[in-house]
């Protein structure tokens, strides 16, 4: 039996996993990222965590397949990232970096990608080679998983469709700078501010005036049948299910995962994204499957690790 | 030196060419391509060609690589087509069906697709790997490689990107059962709708009313200096535009080429794309570069080339 790591590193932890060839997870621990100093130590805390790890398992060097590593940042093929916005590095040559600190193979790649690696492995995406997965969080992230590989394209930018734009007339700016990102509309902080605005035009009666209205309360009153909020829910499954519709045209996947906080909402949700999808799909992509995502912060461990087992 | 076949199948001719590996053309002809009795000669006698011009040249098979193929139709991974708009095609496995006729190894692929790999190669992509072809001709089609690869999707239907919805208070519908395409304002039809919805909105004046209206015609206005052209453009632009800052979200390629009749406009044509596609890219997919397709009916058998040698 061989093994390998999985590493998904964040702002304020780093999550590792070691893995069995066959996807079993052996053990999963956690190191604090220490960012200081533009995130020197990062790497080497790593290093010295995985060689701790195979010392106290007995594990050999030529045990090991490999280090997958997701990384919070664009991320090129050759495993260079040229900045982040959470760990302090600038340019840094990541795969060679780490396979230098520990005589172990490293692939990398962007977090939000690995984690849709993960989904396609062993989550929602299971069985299937192309796929995309959406992440509703307070932003929305990505991953495109193309014949079983991450598009991670020219710059590592590949999958970053939170910013596809779905509303050309929007007036309020996006984080990115841009005008009528997915993002505005479909993370959680998206559907709070679609809640809002409806619950200022409408008088209609709804539960959502009795407390915070943010998705969660959104999806609860729609579990409730509220209609207000099923309103909201549509509005935002509208322009989710219509971004969805041009990006199946372009890529043409068998399935769509949809995970981030949002997605804890649950089966209900899926039909609002469903309906809309399939009023604008090419033919050739009516069919798409819908799924859940099912390995919640696991995804980035396993992803990661199913970068380096093929 | 080794050789292969390049193949490209059209609805009414088969062009073919005979490659050395390093892409030199040593040869190129057509066949008629006999669609009836649900097109079941067309195989064939591209095998017969094939072998006939191996005679000519006296090279035997251990000299071949292989034969790419493109098709005019989804096609899957594997070769497997369901259905053709022209060539009389039902459910055929087209890449078992060429190997069982030749004993040679075959590649296919989507023809437009195909014709995206000919451009990376030897044409207006050359020297990138991760690259979007847009084809604007009477439709608009598309390719998209990632990573020196077509990406071909699960349905063989990858790159489809005419019918990436760009306006969704669109009252026409497209060709396809859906409103507001890509296709339906960037395509040379497109083009020629755009102009006379134009031409009865205004009463200004324009060469354009002196004679035929179509996608050439308003390009040779634009090259004139004529105001009226000129708006004409900037919609197709913007609409052509936006598209692809949507594509590069998810995609990240390193370089656009645009070919198609449209693309004949030439040079002139990249400015009115260029200026709405830097308006709404995402930051990472800013820089992307913007180039013409250069190898005209020929981009098909080179890329079918290219498929079989890698």
Redesign the interface.
């Known amino acids: 039996m061989k093994y390998c790591f999985g590493v998904d590193i964040g702002g304020t932890s780093v999550k590792i996993g070691l893995f069995c060839e066959d996807g079993r997870v052996i053990d999963k621990w956690e190191i604090k990222t220490r960012t200081e100093k533009e995130g020197v130590n990062i790497l080497p805390d790593i290093a010295a965590s995985l060689k701790k790890k195979m010392e106290e398992k007995k594990m050999q060097k030529e045990e090991i397949v490999g280090i997958g590593m997701g990384v919070p940042a664009?991320i090129t093929?050759e495993g260079i990232v040229n900045g982040t916005a959470n760990l302090g590095w600038g340019y840094k040559n990541v795969k060679e970096e780490m396979e230098q600190l520990t005589g172990i193979y490293t692939a990398t790649g962007n977090d939000a990608n690995v984690a849709a690696l993960g989904e396609m492995w062993l989550g929602g995406g299971r069985g299937?080679k192309?796929m995309i997965m959406v992440t509703l969080g307070t932003g929305v992230g990505g991953g495109?998983i193309?014949?079983g590989k991450i598009?991670?394209?020219?710059?590592?930018?590949?999958?970053?469709?939170g910013?596809?734009?779905v509303n050309?007339d929007e007036k309020e700016q996006c984080g990115?700078?841009?005008f009528g990102c997915l993002e505005q509309y479909a993370s959680a902080t998206g559907i709070t501010r679609l809640a809002k605005k409806k619950l200022a035009e409408t008088s209609e009666k709804t539960i959502l005036r009795n407390g915070p209205v943010n998705a969660k309360t959104v999806f609860d009153a729609v579990k409730e049948g509220d209609a207000v909020a099923k309103d909201i829910a549509a509005e935002f499954g509208r322009y989710l299910g219509?971004a969805l519709?041009?990006?199946a045209?372009?890529?043409?996947?068998?399935v769509f995962v949809i995970g981030g906080g949002v997605s804890k909402a649950g089966k209900v949700l899926l039909p609002f994204v469903e309906k809309p999808y399939k009023e604008?799909a090419?033919?050739?992509?009516a069919n798409?499957e819908f799924a859940l995502a099912e390995l919640g912060n696991d995804a980035g461990i396993c992803g990661a690790a199913k970068l380096v087992l093929g």
Chains 1, 2 share one sequence.
């Open positions: 664009p093929e299937h192309n495109i193309i014949n598009l991670t394209g020219e710059h590592g930018a590949g999958g970053e469709i910013h596809l734009c050309y990115c700078g841009s219509y519709a041009n990006l045209v372009a890529t043409d996947p068998a604008r090419f033919f050739a992509n798409t």
